[in-house]
């Protein structure tokens, strides 16, 4: 037998620890904005449990519930007969709080979003992008093999610009954005982009991943906010982040809908998500229902924070959500930062390229409701003294 060749494999390593870009998956002890570590309490501004909910009594109840009801798995695929009633449960509330007509859950959001763009645009077809639109939806426009145009970053000018360069192509046209995006924390300017789409006759896809559960009535997210409903084909969104669990979802029209189940081979090949992760998403919706407000208190803390961190003259871009970035620039001295703040009981993630573009290394911090003002105010000090000792 032929041992496998893998000597291609250590200078690729090398290479990239010699850039300090080597990254590791690291063991954490849990998921929420507080955790433990050898007895230590940390304080976690790198989990996207934007609303504290992972070990939310009634969203585990509800996680529990569904597993003593149906098992740990689903079965199959959604197609054969992993299809159960939960599921549906969880599209028809989706689709309510969204406002749209109709919803599909996927496994995941990446998948939510690698099923539904290649259906949307395919070949002969065009994509404009915006420039920071996140991996998930970059790596969908290649699997359909559409045009991808990307444009400057939540500038409507230059999408029109794009726009109208291809004003007479044919074949469909679909513009793709955050709402909240993912990196920076700044929102898009939504009802500008869905006026553009209409004049230009383009659909609209916008990724909640971020927005959804922290902007909007009851969480329902910026488009539901902006009324935008009726103008934006497809409001995607995740279940992992403020939600709390895993899991993807779309919410769009009936035919759309119908459209998904028969030709996103990412919700076609693979297993339906396990009942659980289900019951917990309906869990968080329960959540939010009866506590509407969690997301305007998630940002009114939020925007305190940033107002720390800005008047000491930090850079945090455009910000205006609950994630908030503090760019820093090359990738050490955001690494070493980074390392600093967590001999200080402070976990802020260093993202470097290619996650975010070269040169703007930063932390990037999530504000969650598990984070007290006292809290804030003692790790705004810290980043400040941290950030400007170098
Ligand atoms: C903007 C955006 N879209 C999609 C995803 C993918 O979602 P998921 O983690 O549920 O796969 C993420 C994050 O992971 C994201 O930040």
């Known amino acids: 037998?032929?041992?496998?060749?893998?000597?291609?494999?250590?200078?690729?390593?090398?290479?990239?620890?010699?850039?300090?870009?080597?990254?590791?998956?690291?063991?954490?002890?849990?998921?929420?904005?507080?955790?433990?570590?050898?007895?230590?309490?940390?304080?976690?501004?790198?989990?996207?449990?934007?609303?504290?909910?992972?070990?939310?009594?009634?969203?585990?109840?509800?996680?529990?519930?569904?597993?003593?009801?149906?098992?740990?798995?689903?079965?199959?695929?959604?197609?054969?007969?992993?299809?159960?009633?939960?599921?549906?449960?969880?599209?028809?509330?989706?689709?309510?709080?969204?406002?749209?007509?109709?919803?599909?859950?996927?496994?995941?959001?990446?998948?939510?979003?690698?099923?539904?763009?290649?259906?949307?645009?395919?070949?002969?077809?065009?994509?404009?992008?915006?420039?920071?639109?996140?991996?998930?939806?970059?790596?969908?426009?290649?699997?359909?093999?559409?045009?991808?145009?990307?444009?400057?970053?939540?500038?409507?000018?230059?999408?029109?610009?794009?726009?109208?360069?291809?004003?007479?192509?044919?074949?469909?046209?679909?513009?793709?954005?955050?709402?909240?995006?993912?990196?920076?924390?700044?929102?898009?300017?939504?009802?500008?982009?869905?006026?553009?789409?209409?004049?230009?006759?383009?659909?609209?896809?916008?990724?909640?991943?971020?927005?959804?559960?922290?902007?909007?009535?009851?969480?329902?997210?910026?488009?539901?906010?902006?009324?935008?409903?009726?103008?934006i084909t497809v409001s995607m969104g995740t279940m992992s982040k403020a939600m709390a669990g895993y899991g993807g979802f779309v919410a769009c029209s009936e035919n759309l809908r119908r459209l998904l189940i028969n030709s996103a081979r990412a919700f076609i090949y693979t297993t339906a998500p396990p009942p659980a992760i289900i019951g917990a998403a309906l869990g968080a919706l329960d959540v939010l229902e009866a506590s509407p407000r969690l997301g305007n208190i998630l940002q009114a803390n939020a925007d305190y924070f940033r107002s720390l961190l800005r008047e000491a003259g930090l850079d945090t871009l455009q910000s205006q959500s609950q994630i908030i970035p503090i760019v820093i620039g090359e990738n050490e001295r955001a690494v070493a930062i980074s390392a600093r703040l967590r001999e200080q009981g402070i976990i802020a993630a260093a993202i470097r390229p290619p996650t975010v573009p070269a040169g703007s290394a930063r932390l990037r911090i999530s504000v969650t409701l598990a984070h007290l003002v006292d809290d804030l105010e003692r790790t705004a000090k810290l980043i400040i003294a941290a950030a400007q000792a170098d």
């Not at 599921?87 to 979003?113: D, Q, T, W």
């Not at 404009?128 to 145009?149: E, N, Q, Y």
């Open 1 to 231: 037998m032929t041992a496998m060749r893998e000597d291609w494999i250590q200078p690729i390593l090398d290479e990239r620890q010699a850039q300090g870009l080597d990254r590791q998956a690291r063991v954490y002890p849990e998921a929420g904005g507080i955790i433990k570590i050898n007895g230590t309490e940390l304080l976690n501004f790198s989990s996207n449990d934007y609303l504290d909910l992972t070990r939310h009594p009634h969203v585990m109840d509800r996680a529990r519930e569904a597993l003593d009801q149906y098992g740990t798995g689903s079965g199959a695929s959604r197609l054969v007969t992993g299809t159960l009633p939960i599921h549906e449960e969880l599209e028809a509330r989706i689709a309510k709080e969204k406002g749209y007509p109709a919803a599909l859950v996927f496994g995941s959001g990446y998948m939510a979003n690698a099923g539904t763009i290649p259906v949307l645009a395919g070949r002969g077809d065009l994509i404009f992008a915006d420039k920071l639109v996140h991996a998930s939806m970059i790596d969908a426009c290649k699997l359909g093999d559409a045009k991808l145009v990307r444009f400057a970053h939540n500038d409507p000018d230059a999408l029109e610009q794009r726009l109208e360069q291809h004003a007479n192509a044919e074949g469909r046209k679909l513009i793709i954005t955050e709402s909240v995006f993912s990196m920076d924390g700044d929102l898009a300017p939504l009802p500008k982009i869905a006026a553009l789409a209409e004049e230009h006759g383009a659909m609209l896809m916008v990724d909640e991943a971020h927005a959804s559960g922290t902007f909007g009535p009851n969480g329902a997210g910026l488009i539901r906010e902006h009324g935008l409903e009726g103008s």
